[in-house]
């Protein structure tokens, strides 16, 4: 029969394909992501998820503690800073040895830092580097050089003047195999912080170096990227990745000259990408995933009151084993699973972000009208009249903390919580009131003593999530029925909504801002007048005075007490944004299949702990073998 | 028949470098620039301006040719290039090469889109010969509204419905990545439909117009039962124009699942292809067309030699 010709070729073609892509053996663990990392180049990561896989296959100088962000140590297995908190050294352990079992030496980190100090490297957080005495210099050198090369300047030649220059002006000294000194042009107190920070993590500089070539007509040190694919990747963490496939998964594997490999629980570990928010819930549903780290589709509300259904019913118990002090998870893994129209395999939980909407503080409007929001007490009345509650319960639904300031209660140890504004309508028409708005013939609205209606506020969020859009509306209504001002709402698509913010051109416009490292500093230098991601146009010199002042404190304790105070005054007094509440990160995990999931604010999940249920635990049976 | 094939295989070439110019005209003529991305990720502006240098983003003609020299293995035959067909790093990853990408996701496509088009052959067929023997009939009518709905419903629908239904609720088939055959069943079911319709109705003609033909007559005056008429003997000829379909047809199936892959989280080529597109990520997507055209030309080949075959008369 020729019909069956056709059939046939098929038949061979599919099995010559499924040949070449042929399955892996089932992991351990699998978990979701929606995005593939860029990059697994630890100098140059930047996303959250990246930084995560960075910090599984890499380990720095230091680690956070995932339970309480607390530093533990890493590749560094003590170190000591000296008494003007500028010189800091650290001394590495002996037995840490990279994936193909060379050691892990000052040399790597040298290597490692000074490629996210090279304008070459185009790393995203070279900034943060700057804290190192002589590095930000170095940076802009190299930049204007490499500007400034034209084809047939001598591109060795410069390379090796900024070889010398690294060595001589970036305060980054080894004085052996197994200690690095660094000095910084300031005191820090979170300087280990950072050093726990993907990109602060050490690379093989042998097997990196082979793979860079400077270029003669730009004078630009390339790499090839080829160094960061599995079977070139030599990596010092708990895990190595066996396989990478671009957008589709990455295969870690526990590695097995980790010096501390005793502790990670999974062998291998399966990372699939699927970009669909909707298919990532239904892949989770159809079972066989461990993880979903970042539940996207808008049903994620009625998920999560499945979930207060369940932890309703039980709320008895959960009560008791939370006064014993238990994590949520121990207590849900040993009650009974949940009965139709319950779940307990969803969870928001708090993030280290806060969502706001801010004020524009500049004196004049785009358009150069005298700008009422320049002042103050509008912009308190404004925070006071909004119930914060109301928009959680109502509009957001995910079940967030309302937020008075910035930085996300108990995030950071030894912070002590700040009071905001609260919600308090009489107090916000008095604030109104004295700014000199008031109704004066009845209609409703406000006037200024000259008669003139309050201008419109012109309130922008971005349409990209119907969350800012249905936020947007509650506002202007609690505004218009509270204050007695005219708001109108106005969407922008994400592009031209960054462009107005930047432009300053808008009234009250959606914020949001996750912390970058453990310190307020990274909420409170937002509004420092100086800032590039101070979109309010906050400008006060008080303000940056008390910034300065307690960034110098030399005492970590009282620094963060000064901190409490500059962020009393921003948002008990001074309002240049208006928080509405704690951002969260809905995650979908089942706590009687996986273990290890961590409460913490700052959501520091390390694969090294995740454990599934009821698998052996390779911890224990290798403890037994010895 | 070598005749046909070395010129044909002669032909290629030039096919190819059509399609390459005019892809590499509509896709300069996007705006925008690769090296820019909004969500965050700004190198400093004079190392863009270095990385426009070095992939020649501000001269269209050297990029024309350097790509294209580089692509077609010219470079590695002239000892300028490590690789024989160098598709060059993409211009949004940086971290990958084009060749990478398509290594991962092409196989991963192809599988998608070959199961496909068995399944809309078996189905095409089955209908179109139930229909075709006995128009008008139930099953005839039956199998007309269903390949109708098959052509008319978008993929996205039937896929969504198919997932909540054998993946969610009676957990047959696993979602999302692709692991085993049974991981590409339900996306490629998806597929097939618009294909299964369109080749039962062509199926469906054919079997009509061959049942009423001379040679029918005589197969049913040999004696032949109505069955063997219809499966020896129409069915051979009612298959001509499936076969010039299947061409083209397995070549669209394979480029063009974009939103099957989308819905069942299949990582094949296609959604990488469109946001190469809207990303003007000009090296992949150029990279991507290569790949693709030449594939297609190869297909339409197969096909004519099996017409051939299977239709002495053509030849």
Redesign the interface.
């Known amino acids: 029969m ?2 069956l ?3 046939l ?3 061979l ?2 099995i010559a ?2 040949y ?2 042929r ?2 053996p ?1 992991a351990e663990l699998v978990i ?1 992501e929606r995005s593939d990392c ?4 630890p100098q140059r990561m ?1 996303y959250q998820h990246e930084i995560r896989r960075g910090e599984t296959i890499y380990e720095g100088l230091v680690a956070l503690n995932p339970q309480d962000c607390s530093i533990k140590a890493g590749v560094a297995e003590r170190w000591t800073t000296s008494a003007d908190g500028l010189t800091w050294t650290f001394h590495l352990r002996h037995n840490a040895q990279w994936s193909n079992g060379d050691s892990v030496t000052t040399r790597d980190f040298l290597y490692a830092w000074r490629r996210a100090l090279l ?2 490297t ?1 790393a ?1 957080y070279s900034g943060f580097f700057f804290e190192i005495e002589g590095a930000e210099a170095f940076f802009q050198w190299r ?1 204007a050089r ?2 400034a090369f034209k084809p047939g300047d001598d591109a060795d030649a410069l390379w090796r003047e900024t070889e010398q220059r690294f060595l001589d002006d970036v305060r980054v000294h080894a004085s052996d195999d197994f200690t690095l000194e660094v000095r910084l042009r300031r005191p820090l107190p979170y300087f280990l912080d950072l050093c726990a920070f993907a990109p602060f993590s050490p690379v093989h500089s042998v097997s990196v170096a082979s793979f860079t070539h400077l ?1 003669a ?2 004078g ?1 040190m ?1 790499q090839s ?1 080829g160094w ?2 599995p079977g070139f990747l030599i990596t010092n963490g708990a895990y190595v990745p066996t396989v990478w ?5 990455m295969r870690l594997e526990r590695n097995a000259n980790y010096w501390d490999v005793a502790r990670v629980h999974a062998a291998s570990i399966e990372v ?5 928010p ?3 819930v ?2 989770f ?4 995933v461990d993880w979903l780290p970042d539940v996207g589709p808008e049903y994620k509300t009625e998920m999560l009151a499945q979930r207060r259904l369940y932890e309703a019913r039980h709320a008895a118990a959960i009560g008791v084993a939370h006064d014993r002090g238990a994590e949520l998870d121990e207590t849900i893994r040993v009650l009974p699973p949940p009965v139709a129209g319950e779940r307990r395999d969803i969870r928001a939980l708090n993030a280290y972000g806060t969502d706001f909407f801010s004020f524009n503080c500049r004196p004049q409007t785009t358009n150069g009208a005298p700008n009422p929001f320049s002042d103050a007490r509008v912009r308190r009345a404004f925070a006071l009249a909004v119930d914060k509650q109301a928009l959680v319960d109502r509009v957001t639904r995910l079940g967030e903390r309302v937020a008075t300031t910035l930085v996300p209660p108990g995030s950071i140890g030894g912070y002590p919580l700040v009071q905001g504004l609260p919600f308090d309508t009489a107090r916000a028409r008095a604030e109104l009131t004295a700014a000199g708005w008031t109704d004066r013939n009845n209609d409703g609205e406000v006037e200024d003593a000259q008669g003139k209606r309050f201008p419109t506020v012109d309130l922008l969020y971005s349409t990209a999530s119907p969350r800012y859009q249905n936020l947007a509306l509650a506002l202007r209504d609690m505004w218009r029925r509270e204050l007695g001002v005219p708001v109108e709402v106005r969407g922008k698509d ?2 031209l909504y ?1 462009e107005d913010v930047k432009k300053g051109n808008f009234s009250i416009a959606r914020g949001g801002w996750y912390g970058d490292y453990g310190d307020p500093s990274t909420f409170l230098e937002l509004q420092r007048s100086t800032d590039g991601n101070n979109d309010r146009g906050y400008k006060n010199p008080a303000f940056d005075a008390m910034l300065d002042e307690a960034q110098r404190e030399a005492d970590p304790a009282q620094r963060l007490l000064k901190l409490a105070e500059c962020e009393r005054f921003l948002f008990a007094e001074e309002v240049p944004l208006l928080p509405i509440c704690s951002y969260v990160t809905v995650y979908m995990y089942d706590p009687s299949r996986l273990q290890g999931i961590r409460e913490h604010p700052r959501l520091e999940q390390h694969f090294d702990e995740f454990q599934r249920i009821g698998a052996p635990s390779d911890a224990t049976s290798k403890e037994h073998a010895q | 028949m070598t005749r046909m094939l070395v010129s044909r295989l002669l032909q290629l070439p030039f096919i190819v470098l059509a399609v390459y110019t005019v892809t590499f005209l509509l896709a300069w003529m996007v705006p925008g620039n690769p090296l820019e991305n ?1 969500e ?2 700004r ?2 502006p ?2 863009v ?2 990385m426009q ?2 992939y020649h983003l501000d001269d269209p003609v050297a990029f024309y040719f350097e790509y294209l020299s580089k692509a077609s293995g010219v470079a590695w035959v002239m000892g300028k290039s490590d690789h024989p067909f160098d598709l060059g ?1 993409s211009l949004r ?4 090469t084009v060749n ?2 398509i290594e ?2 092409a ?2 496509s ?2 998608l889109g ?2 496909a ?2 399944i809309a ?1 078996g189905i095409g ?1 089955f209908a179109g010969v139930v229909g075709g023997t006995r128009p008008g009939s139930l099953p005839d009518v039956c199998t007309q509204l269903i390949s109708i709905a098959g052509i008319s419903l978008p993929s996205f629908v039937i896929g ?1 419905a198919l ?2 239904l054998f ?2 609720k009676l ?1 047959v ?9 049974e991981s590409l069943f339900l996306p490629a079911l998806t597929l097939s439909l618009p294909f299964a319709a369109y080749i039962s109705r062509l199926v469906r003609f054919g079997m009509i117009e061959q049942m009423r033909s001379d040679h029918a007559r005589t197969a049913r005056a040999k004696g032949l039962s109505e069955r063997q008429v219809a499966l020896r003997h129409a ?2 000829n009612a ?1 001509l124009p499936v ?1 010039s379909y ?1 061409g083209p047809a ?1 070549a669209v199936a394979m480029t063009g699942s974009f939103v099957v892959e ?4 299949v ?1 094949g080529i296609g ?2 292809f469109v946001e190469a597109v809207l990303a003007k990520d000009i090296t992949l997507v150029m990279g991507v067309v290569l790949v693709y055209s030449t594939l297609l030309v190869l297909f339409n080949l ?1 096909v004519d030699v ?1 017409y051939r ?2 239709d002495p008369r053509i030849a």
């Open positions: 020729k019909v010709a056709p059939f070729l098929l038949l073609a599919l394909t499924t070449i892509d399955p892996l089932p979701i860029f990059t697994l180049d930047s304008p070459d185009a995203d930049a490499l500007g270029d007509n730009t630009r390339e990227h960061t694919k496939r671009y957008k589709r998964d699939r990408v699927i970009e669909n909707n298919t990532q239904l892949a549903g159809a079972g066989g994400s592009k960054k | 909004p965050g990720r190198p400093p004079e190392i301006a270095a240098k070095q790093p990853q940086p971290d990958w990478e990408i991962t996701g196989p991963v192809m599988r070959i199961t088009m068995m052959l067929i969504s997932l909540v993946s969610v957990r088939f696993p979602i999302g990545g692709v692991s085993g055959i069915l051979k298959f076969l299947l397995t989308k819905v069942f989280g990582p959604q990488h197969a099996m075959w299977v």
